[in-house]
């Protein structure tokens, strides 16, 4: 009897110790250890492979296969049991994000297998993802995990619809040469004061080019198209692009010339853009005559290269490129012939039907007695650009009244002077060449911008225009610009 109250009671005491060696392993964490040494035992009885997975190709061009697998490993629930995971606010409220930090571990289990992912970097700071795999599974699983990774990725890329503003910056050497920030402009052909035909012209070419492949693919072409945007400034031609990203769900590359050092170094930052996407690069007429005494500079052969076929065609396909310029006046014709720049649109300044547009849009105002008045004005020439007439719309937009008698007293005063430079421009327009005629040429833009450039016009740009970082040109002629 005494023999078995004995066993019972060392039986209970072995199992308070147990649990108190498990309470004192789960919280002081020392688990995390004993699982550790667990894991390092086994691992001395396997065999490993690793597969590298750099950012980066020979060619310095993006690694798509890097990009789905960082994607998929964020999708992942085992990187909350990396050591170390950044958070970051998601698109839904109060929704958090986890995404890996660098140099980090995580595991994944694919039908039976268990894999690791370090997320790691080279000695030249490129960034890499390595794949370890016991060499007893890899046989039997890496071809379909990397259909699997590759799979998921898709999926997801497809739920996620966020558009993306890439801007270039100075070479680090190290992580390419694009930043991304998300790109949510508001704007679209609908916002933008356009001459209906024209509009409906620009969004069906857009349409045949999407559906364009097979055609670009029997024509041996690569599947791009370019475009011109010039008028004078506040006309609408950033957000044109905008309208335009939003209207292809492309994404948007916007190329600042001041951060590129040469030719060669243009040509390596085409190389590194995605499909489906817009390149734009603005105020290509200002960028030039600033750079003329340059010689270090990108030059016009630079650009011409730049959208010439054989290098685009190492690019990736689906693209949109768009110069914009306030005139064509300063750009070598060789620029502007077609096939280098398929579609030239001008954005003139404000006339009466396009006013009629932006009152409608802004102060949801069809007609009004001022109407007559207005229109008077315009035909005697005054202008202004939809960008300042939008602003004294937007500061009274309580009172259309108000604002109508604003734009009026403005028309003038300023658009008088601009009338007459509207006139000019219109004429030099007349006088086409035969670049733009045989170019598709679609002027006709109802709005266009004057030179305005008053503080709050500059203010309205930055609360709506393309958001836009640039830094100062070195040679100080380049105007530094909200756009
Ligand atoms: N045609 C238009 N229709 C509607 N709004 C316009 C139009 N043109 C300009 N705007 C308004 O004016 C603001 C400035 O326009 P935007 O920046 O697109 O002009 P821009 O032609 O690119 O000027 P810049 O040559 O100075 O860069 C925009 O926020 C836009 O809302
Ligand atoms: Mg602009």
Redesign the pocket.
Known sequence: MGMLWDSILLLLVAAFALFLVRVVLFKTGLIYMVKLWRRKMIDTFHVYQFYKVPEFNDNVQENQLYLKVYAYLNSLSSIENSDFTNLFTGKKTNEIILRLDRNQVVGDEFLGARVSWINGQDEDGVRNFVLKIRKADKRRILGSYLQHIHTVSDELEQRNTELKLFMNVDDDHQNGRWRSIPFDHP?TFE????ETDLKNKVKSDLESFLKGKQYYNRLGRVWKRSYLLY?P????????VAAMANFLDYDVYDIDLSKVVDDSDLKMLLLQTRGKSVIVI??LDRYLSATKSTTTAVTLSGILNFTDSILSSCAADERIMVF?M?GKELIDPAMLRPGRVDVHIH?PLCDFT?FKT?AN?YLGVKDHKLFSQVEGIFQNGASL???EI?ELMIANRNSPTRALKYVINALQTDGDRRGTGRRLLLESGSRRGTTEEVSQDMSG?L?G?GGGSSPAVKE??KL???LRIKSSRKSGSFDV?D?
Request: glycine residues 20%; charged residues 15%.
């Open positions: 704007c916002n933008i004061a356009m008028g400034s506040g006309t609408g031609k950033s957000s044109f603005e105020d914009t306030t954005f396009a932006l849009n650009s939809p960008a939008g833009l709005c911008g309205f740009r709506y225009g393309l610009r756009g």
